[in-house]
C-alpha cells in the first residue's frame, strides 16, 4: 500500500513509519514540525519514503495513489497542548476534515489516532469502549479531549455518510524511544530527573493511577486494526496498572538513582485513574502486549541517555 501518515515525524508517527516501511509498503510522512522533528524520520528516507511538511489543518495535499491514512497529527502531551490549545483544537477538527476530504478523494481508508483521554476523569474502571466519559469541556485539558471527541463523531459520520473504511484507535499511556527529553509527561519527566540525580517530581500524593504501553506494542496494535474490518473504537494499551508513587520508586530502582520524590499540586482534571479494558483488542485484533514495564523503560532510558 501508499499510505499517508500525518504527524509522520511524531514520536508515535515515526515508528509507525518504520513498521509500514518494514511490512513493504510505501510511506508519505506529513508533519508540521511543531512537536515533532526529522531527526526521528532521518534513518527512514529512502526510495519508499517521503518527507512532506505541511501544515494539515490549513489543507493536505499528496500526489497520486493514497491507499491509507494514518492520522496521527496533534500535540498530544499536556506541555504542549496546554501551550498551543487553539492549534490543538484546529487539527482534532479542521485537520482530521481535511484528512477524510482526502481519503474520500482518494479512495483511501483512514485511521484516527484517538486518545484514553476522552474518558477525562473516569467514573468506571477500567475504561471499556462502551464508556462515554467525565469530561469537563471548559476545563484547561478540554483543548485536547474535545478534539479528539469531536474527531471520532466525525470520523464516524464520514463513514455513516459516504462509506469510507474508518478505523478509530483510543492510546493509553505509550513510551519508548524518541520522546522527548522535554515532553513533559510522565516517563520521559521521572527518567531525566532520575538520571541527572534531580528530584522526581508528582503531582498530588502519588495515589492516582496509570497504565503504560510500550510503543512497539502499541504500533503493532494500530497495524493491526488498520488491516481489520473493525469500525468501532479499539482502546490499546497496557492493562498493568501502577500508582504514581510505585512508578517513581520503580525508575529510582531501575536507574540506582538517590532522587529524592518531591511533591507539587495536582492539575486541574488530571485524571485519578487510568488503566485500559482491553478485551476488545484481544478479541477482535488477537492483540496483546508483550513488552514488560522494566525492559521498555530500560530501552527508553538508554535512548534518552544516547540523545542528551
Same mark, same amino acid.
Given at each position: ?64 495513489? !493514497?491507499?491509507?491514512? &494514518?492520522?496521527? $497529527?496533534?500535540?498530544?502531551? %499536556? ?7 487553539? @492549534? +490543538? ?97 510522565? !516517563?520521559?519527566?521521572? &527518567?531525566?530527573? $532520575?538520571?541527572?540525580?534531580? %528530584? ?7 495515589? @492516582? +493511577? ?99
Amino acid at each position: 500500500m501508499r499510505i499517508v501518515i500525518t504527524g509522520g515525524a511524531g514520536f508515535i508517527g515515526s515508528h509507525l513509519s518504520e513498521r509500514c516501511l518494514q511490512e513493504g509498503h510505501e510511506v508519505v510522512a506529513v508533519d508540521n514540525l511543531v512537536t515533532g522533528s526529522e531527526k526521528n524520520i532521518a534513518h527512514l528516507h529512502g526510495p519508499k519514503f517521503s518527507f512532506s511538511l505541511q501544515n494539515i489543518s490549513d489543507g493536505v495535499f499528496v500526489d497520486g495513489v !493514497v491507499d491509507f491514512i &494514518l492520522h496521527f $497529527a496533534s500535540p498530544a502531551s %499536556p506541555v504542549d497542548y496546554l501551550e498551543l490549545p487553539i @492549534q +490543538t483544537l484546529k487539527v482534532g477538527a479542521l485537520g482530521t476534515h481535511n484528512a477524510l476530504g482526502l481519503a474520500r478523494a482518494k479512495g483511501a481508508g483512514i485511521l484516527l489516532a484517538s486518545t484514553s483521554e476522552i474518558y477525562g476523569d473516569p467514573l468506571v474502571h477500567p475504561q471499556p469502549e462502551n464508556y462515554w466519559g467525565n469530561v469537563n469541556s471548559i476545563g484547561p485539558r478540554g483543548c485536547y479531549d474535545e478534539a479528539k471527541r469531536f474527531a471520532e463523531a466525525i470520523v464516524m459520520a464520514y463513514h455513516r455518510m459516504h462509506g469510507i473504511d474508518t478505523k478509530i484507535v483510543r492510546i493509553f499511556n505509550t513510551f519508548g524511544p524518541r520522546m522527548r527529553a522535554s515532553d513533559g509527561r510522565i !516517563v520521559p519527566n521521572f &527518567l531525566r530527573q $532520575a538520571t541527572n540525580g534531580e %528530584p522526581l517530581t508528582i503531582y498530588g500524593d502519588g495515589s @492516582q +493511577t496509570r497504565s503504560f504501553c510500550y510503543v512497539t506494542d502499541l504500533v503493532d496494535g494500530i497495524y493491526r486494526l488498520m488491516l481489520s474490518k473493525e469500525h468501532n473504537p479499539v482502546n490499546i494499551g497496557n492493562p498493568r496498572e501502577h500508582t504514581v508513587l510505585e512508578f517513581a520508586e520503580l525508575i529510582k530502582e531501575l536507574l540506582h538513582s538517590k532522587s529524592e520524590i518531591v511533591f507539587e499540586p495536582l492539575p486541574q482534571d488530571d485524571p485519578k485513574q487510568r488503566k485500559p479494558d482491553i478485551t476488545r483488542a484481544r478479541t477482535i485484533l488477537g492483540w496483546e502486549p508483550q513488552v514488560t514495564l522494566e525492559d521498555g523503560l530500560r530501552l527508553t532510558a538508554n535512548h534518552l541517555r544516547d540523545d542528551s
